[in-house]
């Protein structure tokens, strides 16, 4: 357990690369110790899982499958197991599985009440099947639950985008600028907020608040590299997307190409 907490540690300070590799390697210290632990097999599959999520596996498919396999024997022998719920839906996430996703996350909150992640993630997948107004009071209850949660910028990024997609651009920017104070990934709410601040017809912001997030992820320096980066391709998601967030980054001046 000891080697649990360490990674529980190095996982929480962001799912960067570098963090998840050195959370991977204090959960397999603790199952090298003790095989059958279920809490170091899971969160071992959560980070394989957001390593595929996040974007930076080596071999997303192996990841996944890894995931897998330790999700599938923690719940053979302790199927009422929330934590478990969770990270079986983050993996239907990574596979874009969005609707089997949701009944496991919302599996884990009906056994754990006080899930904060699986709230937070469940409004995620809320989000990318297109349905934001939907997403916005499962944030709002996870930053009631725990206001000073480790995933707090996810939150806070996550209700940007919510309410961006919702042409809510006030509530968008408001939430996106505090994102940006605890957010490990600021990118794409450097990215977003440019839209919103866009919409709102504050053209000079956008400019300067894109040149942030281009500095960060080259990739944001076209429209095609935006959208090469969505992790839906639903049509409601896509519709919504392009209505908000593609429109404010075309007014801000981003080039298609």
């Known amino acids: 357990m000891d080697y649990v907490m360490r990674g529980d540690v190095l996982s929480w300070r962001g799912e960067t690369k570098q963090n998840n590799i050195a959370a991977t390697a204090m959960y397999e210290k603790a199952l090298d110790l003790d095989p059958s632990l279920p809490f170091a097999k899971i969160s071992l599959a ?6 595929a999520l996040d974007d930076f596996s080596d071999d997303r498919d192996d990841d996944l499958r890894r995931a897998e396999g330790l999700v599938s024997s923690v719940l053979a022998e302790h199927p009422n197991y929330s934590y478990a719920h969770s990270i079986k839906a983050q993996i239907l996430r990574a596979r874009r599985r969005f609707d089997e996703a949701i009944v496991e996350y919302e599996t884990a909150i009906s056994l754990n009440p006080l899930e904060v992640s699986a709230r937070n993630n469940l409004a995620r997948a809320k989000i990318l099947i297109g349905e934001p107004a939907a997403a916005i009071p499962l944030l709002e209850q996870a930053m009631q639950i725990s206001p000073r949660d480790h995933l707090i910028g996810f939150i806070h990024y996550r209700l940007g985008l919510a309410h961006l997609l919702l042409g809510d651009t006030d509530e968008a920017i408001r939430w996106y600028r505090q994102a940006l104070l605890t957010y490990y990934d600021p990118a794409y709410a450097y990215v977003e907020l440019a839209a919103a601040l866009s919409l709102k017809g504050d053209k000079a912001s956008a400019q ?15 429209i095609a590299g935006v959208k090469g980066h969505w992790p839906s391709q639903r049509p409601k998601y896509v519709e919504l997307a392009n209505r908000t967030m593609i429109e404010g980054l075309r007014r801000a001046g981003l080039r298609e190409e």
């Open 46 to 51: 959560d980070e394989f899982a957001g390593k």
């Open 208 to 222: 300067r608040v894109l040149a942030e997030a281009i500095e960060l992820k080259p990739d944001f320096a076209t």
